[in-house]
């Protein structure tokens, strides 16, 4: 490209611990954009978002299969002094930027959250402080759980505009006048899921350890069998009252079927191949399992506890207080935060039962005279191996507070996310285990900062994996968009030297800074799976602004030249390893043999 100026790299060769590099860092997306946050948030930190209605209390997110609109819970719980409040917000995603708009909001009352400010959003019965929020596959519907109000909503949903219109609400004790019908859904209401084929919907109880089934094989439409679990929702149950089927510990004295180990149910997880339900109980330390007949309804089939006693669980060394879940796409591994832990179970596919594979927790920074020199912004190789006599878990910097997990599409990268600390981790297909590629944790100087948000309760990437989204509830009361940084444009070979144009989004709020590593990899025999890393290079520093590019020209380390005389076909990886506040992605170069 014309006006472009070349810079060269010089490379020296250093062996070193280096996991497949599938997992870029990431930044904070720049300008209002970036960020949308609850006008009465008063937070330093969203003095520059732009303005939500809809978010006093975000603490559940919901991306639509094309990427286009972002839906978020809030809710505000209820006591003596206080009504409650909850809402629903759409947020439009830019596809270009990842950038986000609020375009509509539904609420429990009709305000923002400040009292008597009327006229803000929507109002729609049924939503006292909503905590989880769920879009289905197929698009045409969002549903949102309400812990106070103990209701599911159901919405249609415009494609074009985002919009939602109410088609009904269940709830299990219905206030005199209100719209909504009776059903065996139950106050607590805080996880939600929804089956891939889109028939059945689930939603889970905390408060009454109870996992209620909307089925659309129960719904009453007098014509051709229900597909879809929005069919519930369309039509009125007979005698306004939906006798969906429901599980709980002790069957809620009759009402249900007895379920075990479902004390504090509080994620909700549908297995890619639909044979599965994973549920979370914190107060039993356990995991749920269940499996679903053609028609959807669930039966309990196992569970993993914390010291289970005899009987259907089977005993976890790991698991202490299980909350969020996310399970891989390829449906062998689902990774549970605990705490300030991150738990990694194996799902045999047949039977869906789980097993442990192991644990990540925060690796402690060495005190000062320790002799050990911080990071860069990424985590040593010394520190993922590092660990405590007395700790089973792989030990990685910055992993200090951790409430949230979430998957790339590429089922190669698992974020973590809480307060003060946003990890990305390249996940192995075979055994689901991970290494830390990137920590970004203000308190942690081995780790670039990021800005310290208070709350966080959910993480979302955008299916095209260029976007991770944070719902906060704390004083920052907002959604959060986050980007890749310096990715790489285009990548050529030639002679002993590769040239790379770096790019940094225009979206990114600092500057891309950095260095360049490079990471070989010498292809597998036939038919055996992944390509083994041998060896990387490291590079000079580079600094990009915000939509800058720039060509960096990087020798090729003797080692590779090497392999490649002898005929060898080698591929490059070409890391961009981020500074203190800088963004950092992945870039790829294949040398071929001559």
Known sequence: MTGLRTTTLAVSVAVLGVAPAAAAPLGPLSGSAGCVAQANSGSNLTK????????DGANALAITPDGSFVYASAGIQSNSDDPGYGAVSVLKRDPNTGGLTEVACISSDGTDGRDSVVGQCDANAGLLNADAIAVSPDAKN????????GSVVGFARDPSSGKLTELACFQENVPAGSPCYTGRVFRGSDGIAVSPDNSSLYVGSSRRDAISELLAS??????????SAASVFETPPPNNFLADPCIATAGLDGACDRGAAMRGINSLVVSPDGRNVYASAT???AIAVFTRDSSGKLTQTGCLMHNAPDGLCGHAKLLSAPGHLAISADGRNLYVVDSST?????????????????CIDDLPEPSSGSGSSSGSGSASSAGRVRHAASDPCQQVPGLNAISAVAIGPDDATVYTAGD????TFSRNATTGKLTETSCDAPSDSRCSPIPELSGVEDAKVSPDGRNLYLASAGSDNGVFAFGHGASAARARVAGRSATLLLACPASMRVPCSGRLELVSAVPPKRHHGRWPLSAA?????????????HRFRVGLP???????????RVRVLAVSIPDPGGGGALARVMVLSR
């Open 48 to 55: 520059n978002c732009a303005v939500s209605k809809g978010l």
């Open 142 to 149: 969002v549903y949102a759980a309400t812990y106070d109000s």
């Open 218 to 227: 129960d719904a009453s439409s007098g014509g051709a069998p229900a597909t």
């Open 283 to 285: 107060r039993s330390g």
């Open 342 to 358: 991150l738990v990694i179970l194996r799902r045999d596919p047949t039977a869906g039962s789980l097993s442990e594979v192991g």
């Open 420 to 423: 003060g600390s946003l990890l």
């Open 537 to 549: 290079g490291r590079g000079a520093h580079f600094r990009l602004r915000p939509g800058q590019r």
């Open 558 to 568: 003797a080692a590779l030249l090497k392999q490649s005389a002898h005929g060898k």
